[in-house]
C-alpha cells in the first residue's frame, strides 16, 4: 500500500480544520426566553415561523408563571435572552434596575371563566349566577397560584371586584377558600385538570380558553381587568405576593392587563434577541400572530423607561 506523503497529509489536515471551522460557523445561535404560560400558543407559532426565515436561530421557548420566570433570573441565577411577562409591572418590580433596563408593553388580554364541555355546569353557567355555581360543594374549580403567576392574582382581584360589583359581601373569601387543593404554578397547568373531568370550571385568559377551543363565559369590564377607562376602579382592589426576598411582600392593586417584554442586562446573545424582539413587535411580525390568537396588541404604548429602550426599539414604545 501506498503511504501518504507529508504534503497530502498537510493537505488532508487542512480540508479538515476547514470542515471543521465551516460546521462552527454554522451553529445555531440561540434565543433563550423565559415566558408567560398564556403566551406559549402564539410564541410557539413565532418560534417556528422565525426560524423559518432565519435558519440560522434556535429560539429556545420555556414558560412558567410570569413571578416564577422573574425568580429564575433573580433566585436562581438562570441565564436567559428575553423574558416576556404577562404583567408588565412584574418585570418592573422584580427585575428593573438590577437584571433588565426597559420594558416594553405589547398584548392586552381578559378573565373568563372557563368549562369542559362534558361539564355539567356549561350549560347552565352565565354572567349573572357564575359566583353561586362555583360555590357549590359539588362543583371543582381551579386557579393558578397568587405568588407564581399573574393569572393567579389576577383572579383574586376579580374576585374582590366582583364582591364589590354585585355587592355580595365574604363572597370572594368564600370562593377562594373552596378548592385550595385545585390551585396550580400556571394557568395553563389547569387545562389538563379540566380536560381529564377534574374540575368543571377555571379562572384563565380569554386568549387560552379560545386557542383551546374550550366554552367560556365573559364577565363584566367592571371585574374582567380588560378595560384601560376602568383603571381607578380596578385600583380599588388589592392582592399581596411574595416580593424579591424571602418574607417580603409586594402589594399589587387591580389594574388592566398589560403584557411586557424585555431583554435582560446578561443576555447571551443579545444582537439576535434584539432582531427577534423587533420582529416579536411589528405589525406584520408576532403582533399579527398575537392578534390571530385573541390578544389585542398595544403596540406602541407609553412605558417609564422609554429613555432606557435601544434605538430600534423605541418606535415601539410611547415615553
Not at 432565519?54 to 435572552?81: F, M, W, Y
Not at 400556571?186 to 387545562?191: A, G, S
Not at 384601560?228 to 385600583?235: E, G, H, K, T, V
Request: charged fraction near 20%; proline fraction near 6%; aromatic fraction near 8%.
Amino acid at each position: 500500500m501506498k503511504q501518504p506523503t507529508l504534503a497530502s497529509l498537510i493537505k488532508w489536515l487542512l480540508a479538515l480544520s476547514f470542515f471543521l471551522v465551516s460546521c462552527t460557523s454554522q451553529e445555531k445561535q440561540k434565543i433563550i426566553i423565559f415566558h408567560a404560560g398564556s403566551l406559549s400558543v402564539p410564541f410557539k407559532k413565532m418560534e417556528q415561523l422565525y426560524e423559518k426565515s432565519h435558519p440560522q436561530v434556535d429560539i429556545v421557548l420555556e414558560a412558567a408563571g410570569s413571578v416564577a420566570s422573574a425568580r429564575k433570573i433573580t433566585d436562581l441565577n438562570r441565564t436567559a435572552d428575553i423574558m416576556a411577562s404577562a404583567d408588565y409591572r412584574i418585570i418592573d418590580e422584580l427585575l428593573i434596575p438590577e437584571y433588565a433596563q426597559w420594558n416594553i408593553s405589547f398584548a392586552a388580554n381578559e378573565m373568563v371563566i372557563a368549562c369542559r364541555e362534558e361539564s355539567p355546569i356549561v350549560s347552565i353557567l352565565s354572567e349573572s349566577n357564575w359566583m353561586d355555581i362555583l360555590q357549590q360543594q359539588k362543583v371543582r374549580y381551579g386557579r393558578a397560584n397568587p405568588d407564581h403567576d399573574p393569572c393567579g392574582y389576577r383572579t383574586v382581584l376579580t374576585l374582590k371586584l366582583a364582591e364589590k360589583y354585585y355587592k355580595r359581601n365574604a363572597m370572594a373569601q368564600e370562593i377562594l377558600q373552596k378548592d385550595q387543593r385545585f390551585i396550580r404554578p400556571k394557568e395553563t397547568d389547569l387545562l389538563a385538570l379540566l380536560e381529564s373531568g377534574t374540575l368543571d370550571a377555571i379562572f384563565i385568559y380569554r386568549s387560552v380558553a379560545g386557542q383551546h377551543q374550550l366554552p367560556y363565559i365573559t364577565l363584566p369590564d367592571s371585574i374582567n381587568l380588560k378595560q384601560p377607562s376602568l383603571s381607578s376602579w380596578y385600583r380599588t382592589a388589592s392582592v399581596a405576593i411574595a416580593g424579591k426576598k424571602p418574607g417580603e411582600e409586594i402589594v399589587l392593586q387591580g389594574a388592566p392587563m398589560v403584557y411586557g417584554i424585555t431583554i435582560l442586562r446578561n443576555a447571551p446573545n443579545k444582537q439576535e434577541a434584539m432582531q427577534f424582539l423587533e420582529w416579536l413587535l411589528s405589525k406584520d411580525g408576532g403582533q399579527r400572530i398575537l392578534e390571530n390568537q385573541g390578544q389585542p396588541s398595544l403596540v406602541p404604548m407609553s412605558t417609564q423607561t422609554f429613555n432606557k429602550i435601544p434605538k430600534t426599539l423605541k418606535p415601539y414604545a410611547k415615553p
